[in-house]
């Protein structure tokens, strides 16, 4: 299949963690009737060498995509096995919502990368950006000289911000227009290359990001079209000048285009203008990512030493992504966002984090999750990175705590339409991603001791 159409190929399902599943009665509902829900599991350990020759009872060795890889720096050398396990994993479309907020946050980063290995401007996590408007025109070509104000960016622009705020936005409280900023600076291509550059399993499962997002998805977005962006980096002498760093562009990356026999949602949707259309959602010129392809970009982040592309972030760049990604409201730089508990408190945007810490026991302060969830058009997902990262001195507590990475999407829209916001996110899909995040760490973590 080409790349960037139809679903991508469907991974072997695996008895053993199906069962484990099936045991659980309170995915019982869901998993006797999974086409209905789309329902999808991909469960992935990470197994130092010890663990991954033979030295256990083969109960976790099932082989993954990608077995054991050999990374070799200036002073060690590492060895780690990725086993991968998956029920229904990529047997159908969905919709992916936030979960693709990850994509832009990467090649964002990777953007100013480019940006700096090229000679065109050296903007810092803190160097303040300012954005044309995506619609308005804006008088300012790429020739004119820029504004010499410190005070404020050129007229027409957004208020300043920050990479940094805008990537800490996007992960711990989801917001959509901090992605649309890290959209509009990684561009589609950038995008469609890095998440299809040659990593664990080439060719990639084909990510395609498409569009920004909005709270009220329900209108239109012309994705290809990229406003400029201007940057505190100085001109001339003079440090706190404004220069435009990213030009007007349209991108149009036709090639991603789905098929709409494949990916279409729903009996029914509602269209922007209000009205019922009794037919489903055409998602072929929306996002798409696989659960393989988002769990894959956890990885590269998680385990560089699993990323064999050329477009790797840079330390600081990959560690500060990963913190952010872990991190709570809480950590937020925004007080609207770190005070408001009742809005948004811990456990928000984390389907998986409750039932993590069900199995471990305590407060939660024993395991960290990083991750990038998404919910939208009756689809629920996670993408997440789970570690045990304190037991104390107890080596009984500690054994066999490898980290594993779990990604899971479902869909619960028991009426068909699509975009009338009329789903059983609070009845079944949260409650469900909750029972399945304590069932896989309760077998990854404890049944293997006994």
Not at 12 to 40: F, G, K, M, N
Not at 229 to 250: M, N, P, Q, T, Y
Not at 381 to 410: C, H, M, S, T
Request: glycine share 6%.
């Amino acid at each position: 299949m080409a790349a960037g159409r139809g679903a991508p190929a469907a991974l072997p399902d695996d008895t053993e963690l199906l069962a484990i599943l099936r045991a659980d009665p309170r995915l019982a509902s869901v998993l006797e009737d999974p086409e209905r829900y789309r329902l999808q599991v991909l469960l992935t350990e990470v197994a130092p060498a010890s663990d991954g020759d033979g030295d256990d009872d083969g109960a976790h060795s099932a082989p993954c995509e990608a077995t054991t890889t050999t990374t070799t720096t200036r002073t060690t050398t590492t060895r780690a096995t990725l086993r991968r396990r998956a029920y229904r994993a990529d047997a159908e479309y969905f919709y992916p919502a936030s979960a693709v907020k990850i994509y832009g946050a990467v090649v964002a980063l990777f953007q100013l990368q480019l940006m700096a290995s090229q000679g065109v401007a050296v903007v810092e996590l803190d160097t303040p950006l300012a954005f044309e408007s995506r619609t308005a025109p804006v008088a300012a070509s790429n020739d004119a000289p820029p504004p010499k104000s410190a005070a404020a960016p050129p007229l027409g622009c957004s208020a300043p911000t920050t990479m940094r705020r805008e990537i800490s936005a996007l992960f711990h409280v989801s917001d959509n227009e901090a992605f649309n900023r890290c959209y509009d600076v990684a561009g589609r291509t950038l995008m469609w290359e890095w998440a299809n550059s040659e990593s664990l399993n080439p060719p990639f499962r084909g990510p395609r990001i498409l569009h920004r997002l909005f709270s009220e998805a329900k209108g239109t977005d012309d994705g290809g079209s990229f406003p400029g962006v201007w940057a505190r980096v100085g001109r001339d002498g003079d440090e706190d000048a404004w220069r435009r760093v990213l030009c007007r562009r349209h991108d149009v990356c036709g090639h991603l285009v789905g098929d709409a026999k494949r990916e279409s949602v729903g009996k029914a949707h509602v269209a922007a203008d209000g009205t019922v259309v009794d037919e489903p959602l055409d998602c072929s010129a929306r996002n798409r990512a696989s659960l393989a392809s988002l769990q894959d970009t956890l990885i590269r982040l998680t385990r560089p030493e699993f990323d064999e592309s050329n477009f790797k972030l840079t330390e600081t760049h990959r560690r500060f992504v990963l913190a952010a990604a872990a991190g709570s409201p809480r950590d937020s730089p925004d007080p609207s966002a770190r005070d408001d508990a009742a809005t948004f408190p811990n456990n928000y945007n984390k389907f998986f984090v409750d039932g993590v810490t069900r199995a471990v026991g305590g407060d939660g302060s024993r395991v960290r999750i990083t991750n990038k969830c998404g919910q939208a058009f009756g689809f629920s997902v996670d993408n997440a990175f789970v570690e045990w990262i304190g037991g104390g001195e107890d080596e009984d507590e500690n054994r066999n705590k490898n980290p594993f990475y779990l990604a899971a999407a479902i869909e619960t829209n028991a009426n068909g339409v699509v975009n009338d916001d009329v789903y059983e996110y609070a009845d079944v899909a949260e409650p469900f991603m909750d029972a399945l995040a304590e069932t896989v760490a309760r077998w990854v973590w404890r049944e293997r001791e006994k």
